[in-house]
């Protein structure tokens, strides 16, 4: 074999092994990605209140959840990629919602940048809040009135959040928040049984400026009365959880 028909064999070898080195880095990359994205544990399970275990006891062990399925990233000019809503979810007989809000280390850079902080908060300061603002059908015999909000034909509230839950990831940051309606005087059950609930939206506000009346941060669509339900099963980790609470109390 001549050298150089030798030399292009390695060539072509080395050309080989940096080529599937390439593929597999992509592929670990592109797989790392996809594992890291998902919901912590902690964010996933159903978060155990009272309010949670007396409507578990009352159905006889069962609780109605459901969830719907709606564009869960902010995608205005302004706030585009900042926020996700990774879970929300309807626990009509504990009145009662649940809602996981995900933000990556971007986020946190943009909020410097859009508020001229002097410096870079950390990660685990708790940075944002989230507040649910409620659409209500007064005319639900006119359906011809719903695309729009009107004094006339309907009517609006907000009900504030409890945090319950945080964790970072590599990639992102979440926090878990729970919203009682018994809070506001209000009962989702009723809502929706009588079709009058058009929709609900979370609106997100750094806390530094938690003013309700101005334009929130970032807002995203939990519920509209269009969409179809998906019913959520209490998964086992979440009946579990729901008995220990039983045996603390």
Same mark, same amino acid.
């Given at each position: 074999?001549?050298? *150089?028909?030798?030399?292009?064999?390695?060539?072509?070898?080395?050309?080989?092994?940096?080529?599937?080195?390439?593929?597999?880095?992509?592929?670990?990359?592109?797989?790392?990605?996809?594992?890291?994205?998902?919901?912590?544990?902690?964010?996933?399970?159903?978060?155990?209140?009272?309010?949670?275990?007396?409507?578990?006891? /009352?159905?006889?062990?069962?609780?109605?959840?459901?969830? @719907? $399925? @709606?564009?869960? %990233?902010?995608?205005?000019?302004?706030?585009?990629?900042?926020?996700?809503?990774?879970?929300?979810?309807?626990?009509?007989?504990?009145? /009662?919602?649940?809602? *996981?809000?995900?933000?990556?280390?971007? %986020?946190?850079?943009?909020?410097?940048?859009?508020?001229?902080?002097?410096?870079?908060?950390?990660?685990?300061?708790?940075?944002?809040?989230?507040?649910?603002?409620?659409?209500?059908?007064?005319?639900? $015999?006119?359906?011809?009135?719903?695309?729009?909000?009107?004094?006339?034909?309907?009517?609006?509230?907000?009900?504030?959040?409890?945090? *319950?839950?945080?964790? $970072?990831?590599?990639?992102?940051?979440?926090?878990?928040?729970?919203?009682?309606?018994?809070?506001?005087?209000?009962?989702?059950?009723?809502?929706?049984? %009588? &079709?009058?609930?058009?929709?609900?939206?979370?609106?997100?506000?750094? *806390?530094?400026?938690? &003013?309700?009346?101005?334009?929130?941060?970032?807002?995203?669509?939990?519920?509209?009365?269009?969409?179809?339900?998906?019913?959520?099963?209490? %998964?086992?980790?979440?009946?579990?959880?729901?008995?220990?609470?039983?045996?603390?109390?």
């Amino acid at each position: 074999m001549s050298r *150089v028909t030798k030399s292009f064999k390695i060539a072509g070898w080395l050309i080989k092994f940096l080529f599937t080195l390439m593929v597999a880095f992509v592929c670990g990359f592109l797989m790392w990605r996809i594992f890291s994205s998902g919901d912590p544990k902690s964010m996933k399970a159903l978060s155990v209140n009272d309010s949670i275990y007396s409507a578990y006891e /009352q159905s006889d062990e069962e609780l109605y959840i459901f969830r @719907q $399925e @709606q564009n869960s %990233t902010t995608r205005a000019d302004h706030n585009a990629g900042y926020f996700s809503v990774t879970s929300a979810v309807f626990i009509p007989e504990a009145n /009662q919602i649940q809602v *996981v809000l995900r933000y990556n280390n971007s %986020t946190i850079r943009n909020l410097v940048s859009d508020k001229s902080l002097s410096e870079t908060p950390e990660r685990s300061d708790d940075l944002f809040d989230v507040s649910l603002f409620f659409s209500v059908d007064l005319t639900p $015999e006119n359906k011809e009135d719903n695309a729009t909000i009107s004094e006339s034909g309907t009517r609006t509230f907000r009900c504030s959040s409890t945090l *319950v839950g945080k964790e $970072e990831t590599t990639l992102y940051n979440y926090r878990k928040f729970v919203f009682d309606l018994d809070s506001v005087g209000e009962d989702l059950a009723e809502l929706l049984n %009588t &079709d009058t609930l058009l929709a609900v939206y979370a609106d997100v506000y750094y *806390v530094e400026e938690m &003013d309700l009346d101005k334009e929130a941060y970032g807002t995203l669509c939990l519920y509209d009365y269009i969409t179809k339900k998906e019913t959520v099963k209490l %998964t086992r980790s979440d009946r579990a959880q729901i008995e220990a609470w039983k045996a603390d109390d």
